[in-house]
């Protein structure tokens, strides 16, 4: 099969190591050599005769954009989560969609490791104290606290939310979760299962790690706030509309929280004259948990290889449940 004859189409520029492959194999439309994203109508003007589309860059993937596919055979997404792509459309039109799970694991572990770091010792606030000139000037800082022997609480114990787990527990720090459906190795992993609201109640800390859907949307407002320990603090990997955005302002704001650490936001990304901005004790970061260039570049090359299988009629890697 010469897949030569098969037109793939990027939105953006993606990785070198992906290019490279896809270049070689079929018949690339890519944004390679250009910034940004292909305005919106080029790409609906590609994806016409397009037989796969690589997608990255969070595109809104919708009826609008699927009724420019006729041809499509898969839709590859660079990523873990699709929370970008109604997924009965594709459904509709019978276009399987595939993300990269499994490959950023550890990288985003480790993110969220360093942000419950951050909640306990204000790293971050520490690096402008001394680069601001105040350390010489005997300024107070604010004091952290311990990880050995306080409780973390995991919002979602999945692939990652497993691996946070391993990592706290290297930090001394006691772990109990709570997710849809009690894992069956508890006792090997050294870890208890509660409910939602005995996880808000008994945590410290509490590492958000599960998928943004109909019941996950606004899971922590302001009643799960009120349930939670006073002097109690947040890390959020998952995504942003998981929080209500008020509802956390408030808690920060009072003091209800302690400190809270975010990868994700909403919206995102977060204007710059967002009043959460002004509190002192948030630490945000620009939804890089699997930024690294290990990570990307596997991501990038599962996605290749999603598409490749798709255009050869083999089973595909990673096909995410569209009914």
């Not at 018949?27 to 994203?37: A, P």
């Not at 509660?194 to 009643?223: H, W």
């Amino acid at each position: 099969m010469d897949l030569k004859n098969f037109k793939v189409v990027a939105n953006q520029k993606i990785r070198d190591c992906a290019f490279a492959k896809l270049n070689a194999e079929v018949n690339f439309v890519n944004w390679q050599d250009k910034k940004g994203r292909m305005p919106k109508e080029q790409l609906y003007a590609e994806l016409e005769t397009a037989d796969a589309f690589f997608s990255s860059g969070n595109v809104k993937i919708d009826e609008e954009l699927l009724s420019h596919c006729p041809r499509v055979k898969v839709i590859a997404q660079a990523s873990v989560g699709y929370d970008n792509i109604d997924l009965a459309a594709c459904s509709s039109h019978n276009i399987p969609v595939t993300n990269t799970p499994g490959v950023l694991v550890d990288a985003v572990a480790d993110h969220t490791m360093a942000l419950i770091l951050e909640c306990a010792r204000n790293i971050a606030g520490a690096d402008l104290h001394v680069k601001s000139g105040t350390w010489g000037q005997r300024k107070p800082f604010r004091m952290g606290v311990d990880l050995a022997g306080k409780t973390l609480g995991i919002v979602g114990f999945g692939d990652i939310g497993s691996e946070v787990a391993l990592r706290a527990q290297a930090s001394k720090m006691n772990v109990i979760y709570h997710n849809r459906h009690q894992r069956s190795d508890d006792a090997e992993r050294k870890v208890r299962y509660v409910s939602f609201d005995e996880l808000l109640k008994e945590s410290d800390f509490i590492a958000i790690c599960v998928t943004l859907n109909p019941s996950t949307r606004g899971l922590f407002n302001q009643e799960a706030f009120a349930k939670m320990k006073q002097g109690a603090r947040l890390v959020n990997i998952s995504r942003g509309p998981v929080i209500d955005s008020e509802a956390l302002y408030d808690a920060l704001a009072s003091g209800k929280l302690a400190w809270a650490a975010a990868d994700v936001f909403d919206p995102e990304p977060i204007p710059g004259d967002h009043k959460i901005l002004t509190l002192p004790n948030i630490t945000l970061t620009p939804h890089m948990a699997s930024s690294t260039k290990e990570t990307r570049d596997a991501m990038a090359m599962l996605t290749v290889d999603n598409i490749l299988a798709a255009l050869k009629g083999e089973n595909l890697l990673t096909e995410v449940k569209t009914r």
